[in-house]
């Protein structure tokens, strides 16, 4: 391989040429050639045949006497190549793919000059990453949404009685119903049969709530109801069945037999497991928005030019994945066309490539190394989900291809979250409350 510092001769220059984007010429003398001839001459001889001589065993004055010229030919792409890599290696310039060759000029004996064009990743200048002000969502769950929680459980696990008519909320009704006309004439083809209401769901429409809950079975009525953009439509409902809905009693048995656990005796027990359980899930959505908001405004006050073609090769390979993706686990589901994919798919694999990019620079200027200790804190969560020792996790993770990937990212954010300034401030979550609880990357 070449090193340049051995080759005082070689003469190079580089010239941008678009964003992202340059051209290097680079011209070398026979001599500078030389190494790189006899290693190719070398291997070519392992493969060459002669009559007389085993393969592998051809003199060295021979194969360069016979196949010279056409070995020094087929090795200059090589050449040229090799050259711009370790070009890039001393100027530390991240390439961004294979460069492409414009032009080759060798005189045999004497030098060889090439172009090659070939993209590169700007170097990353940083202006802020540290100091950031956040404000950090502290959900506070209602007892609401505990009460909302076990009465699904309640529900699923609830069996059915048939009845004469309906008495309280704790009952389904089974109906038909029929759109009808300002005259009340039939509207044909317009007909939903066999619909199941819950008569204590809290998302039920008043006018069909008002419809049914003295419903009788086989009782007919005509009920209002309004579309979402209020367009009001008359249906003919005929009640078909009348069903009481029996719930369970919460006790030891009930409770083992539908979550495994020997520790939940009672429904005390029960509300605690289950607040705990949506308060974790709460505190995730929590931590979650903190980072997705660390990247957008790092990004934003950061930004860095991401090679196009580097764009439509990552584009690219995701498309081929997409459409074998949807080819075995979706037959016969429409696919988007790559015009398409690219438009939707563009802006987020330019945005995560700028991330990458800073997120990298700031590991290097920070001098950042992850410690085994980090790592053990990073899987502190999952060795709980799971019963097991954090360290035991550890080995086995560190054997996965993308655990050094992950640890990089725990890092980075543990060090842009201990740089921040991050207030805090409550929500109050409750039941039937309409809330936007996921904060986006912005692409």
Known sequence: MFNLNKFDTV????????????????????????????????EQRKKIKIDGFRRGKVPMSIIKQRYSEMIEYDSLEDIAQTV?????????????????????????????????????FPDVELTKYKGLEITKINYVIDESIVD????????????????????????????????????????????????QVFVGDPKLEKEMYEAVKNIKEE???????????????????????VEKVIYPEINEEFLKKISGREDLKNEEDLRKHIRESIEESYREISNNQVEDFIINEVVKLNDVQIPPHYTDTVLNKEYEEYVEHRKKK????????????????????????????IKDKIIEVEKLEITGDMKLKMLEKDAKKYNMEPSKLLELMEKKKDFESRANDYLIMDFLKSNAIIKTEDKIIKANQEEETENKIIT
């Open 84 to 120: 711009l890599n370790e070009y890039l290696k001393k100027e530390k310039i991240r390439f961004a793919g294979n460069g492409e060759l414009k032009d080759v000029d060798y005189k045999p004996k004497e030098s060889l000059t090439f172009k090659i064009e070939f993209e590169y």
């Open 11 to 42: 003469e190079i220059n580089v010239r941008d040429i678009a964003d992202c984007r340059k051209e290097f010429n680079a011209k070398l003398t026979y001599e500078d050639l030389q190494p790189h001839f006899e290693k190719a001459y070398a």
């Open 148 to 195: 909302e929680e076990i009465q699904s459980i309640k529900f699923k696990t609830s069996t059915r009685e048939l009845d004469g008519q309906v008495l309280d909320e704790d009952y389904i009704v089974t109906m038909d119903l029929q759109e009808i006309d300002s005259s009340d004439a039939i509207i044909i083809g317009q007909t939903m049969k066999d619909i």
């Open 330 to 357: 979706h037959e016969g589901e429409e696919i988007l066309s790559k015009d398409d994919y690219s438009k939707e798919r563009r802006p987020g694999i330019i945005f995560y490539s700028k991330w990458f990019a």
């Open 219 to 241: 009782e007919e009525k005509i009920v209002i109801l309004y579309n979402d953009d209020n367009t009001e439509h008359r249906y003919l409902l005929n009640c078909k069945k």
